[in-house]
């Protein structure tokens, strides 16, 4: 049996209101109105593609063996560099071994679709595991409704073949092509649209039916056996049409979740199937497409195991753990649309040594470690000597991996007089669960969340951007666990 063996997801904390951008740019463009219902999902200042895949991934990769994973591919149409491979970095973070073969999936909208299909051709020849991980962050020019129709998020399904799959692959059909709805040249930071009817009548309403429909004649699958068709359209109304056209009755198609986050690119496909088999049970039968310049469909089918399935974090989880803001301008702000100034302290040459980064390259990226062979001591940075006074062995030290593990605040502050996108600046020194400490960022959070003894969680976020040089510095920050709560 091939198909699925695990999935995860990831939508960023923030929402932004769909109000406030109307309530901000309603002077410029009225017709805003219409869509200016519910709320988008909007990127930290330090988050983009590569910071939500990695959360999406490692919530996929919960319990998992992660050494078992032969392939990583990482789909995304805002890869945030364009000559280094940013799939790379992903299996850095999430510590897989060096001969994990990496690719970045890119070029459509349907790459995150794409890349599942690749991945379970490559799971039946090599009958090893693939990680397939979507994710996008797309910017949008400030006044345009698609400001309002995209949002933020990730994605992440691990493939492969054995007894634990939770939903079974059943067939693919693929079709490509160059129908341009819309389009990003290179160097260009905005997409360019065509008129929507044109996306609507000759898009999405013409070719998605026609993949499901080839889809399920392959099969022999009827509509009515169905249990739910996911396919993105940021229309509503087509949406349903959609629908109408493959013979589908109104509950067998899942929500596009316009009014709770919006469109998050190639992700997307893969999002909404996260959130259908959260609510699935043995046998049901899904279908999914990726829309993009073609279609790219699969059907699978739920299997006994998804009873037994728990991932790290359910897409019900993620919605509800939420911040809501109707601040336009900390929206451009984040978005790059707006650019601050961050005083003198913001002028410092941000710089990163290649050769200093690639020979520290697990320690950084990967949040590893060092633990004691001889007296079971872990500490952060490894070292040659043993932090331990009562042992000070010296090279005794194994690699030790802390991204996964919990922590505790001991000490916090909040700096006003750095520079910071979401100021105040806030740091303070954590306690690993298991020994080790480190003076860590916090994000995803205000100085009020923050109290000595609060349960944090380590996320891989944009530690610096050097915009002089096009390069970005990651690194892995705290967080407050989601529903852990200060010490009364």
Not at 296 to 315: G, H, L, M, R, S
Not at 450 to 479: N, P, S, T
Request: glycine letters at 8%.
């Amino acid at each position: 049996m091939i198909g699925i063996k695990s999935y995860g997801v990831y939508v960023p904390k923030l929402r932004m209101s769909r109000q406030g951008i109307y309530q901000a740019m309603g002077w410029f463009a009225p017709t805003l109105i219409g869509a200016a219902k519910g709320e988008r999902s909007m990127c930290n200042w330090d988050e983009d593609s590569i910071t939500m895949a990695v959360s999406a991934a490692s919530s996929a990769l919960f319990k998992k063996d992660k050494q078992g994973v032969d392939s990583l591919l990482f789909a995304s149409t805002t890869l945030p560099f364009a000559d280094r491979q940013n799939a790379g970095i992903i299996r850095t973070a999430l510590n897989l071994k060096e001969e994990c073969m990496t690719q970045d999936v890119t070029g459509s909208q349907r790459a995150g679709v794409s890349a599942v299909i690749s991945a379970i051709n490559a799971a039946k020849s090599k009958n090893k595991d693939v990680l397939v991980v979507a994710s996008d962050s797309r910017r949008a020019k400030p006044g345009s409704v698609y400001e309002m129709y995209f949002g933020d998020g990730a994605a992440s399904l691990l493939i492969g073949q054995g007894d634990d799959i939770i939903a079974e692959f059943v067939d693919s059909y693929s079709i490509s092509v160059d129908f341009n709805e819309h389009l990003r040249g290179t160097g260009k930071d905005f997409d360019y649209f065509w008129e929507e009817r044109w996306a609507r009548d000759e898009g999405y309403l013409k070719f998605i039916p026609r993949a499901i429909m080839k889809l399920l004649e392959k099969t022999g699958i009827s509509a009515k056996d169905v249990t739910k068709f996911i396919y993105p359209c940021v229309f509503a109304r087509d949406h349903g049409k959609i629908g109408k056209i493959i013979g589908a009755e109104k509950e067998q198609i899942q929500d596009n979740l316009h009014s709770v986050m919006g469109e998050s690119g190639c992700a997307h496909p893969l999002v909404m199937l996260t959130k259908v088999l959260e609510e699935t049970k043995p046998g049901d039968i899904l279908v999914v497409c990726g829309f993009g310049h073609g279609v790219d469909a699969i059907c699978i089918k739920v299997t006994e195991n998804i009873t037994n399935y728990t991932p790290k974090y359910t897409f019900k989880e993620c919605l509800e753990n939420k911040k809501t803001i109707d601040n336009y301008a900390r929206f451009l702000v984040y978005n790059k649309n707006l650019q601050p100034d961050l005083g003198l302290r913001g002028e410092e040459d941000l710089k990163t040594s290649l050769s200093v980064l690639y020979r520290n390259n697990k320690m950084i990226f990967g949040l590893v470690g060092g633990k004691c062979k001889k007296c079971g001591t872990v500490q952060f940075p490894k070292q040659d000597i043993c932090v331990n006074p009562e042992c000070k062995a010296t090279h005794s030290q194994e690699e030790y991996e802390f991204s996964d593990k919990k922590a505790k605040i001991m000490s916090y502050t909040g700096d006003m007089l750095a520079a910071s996108l979401d100021p105040p600046h806030k740091y303070g020194l954590i306690q690993f669960e298991g020994g080790g400490r480190m003076l860590a960022d916090f994000t995803d959070c205000v100085l009020e969340d923050l109290a000595v003894g609060l349960e944090m969680e380590m996320v891989f976020r944009i530690r610096h951007c050097d915009d002089r040089r096009g390069f970005k510095q990651y690194f892995w920050k705290a967080r407050p666990i989601v529903g852990a709560k200060k010490n009364e």
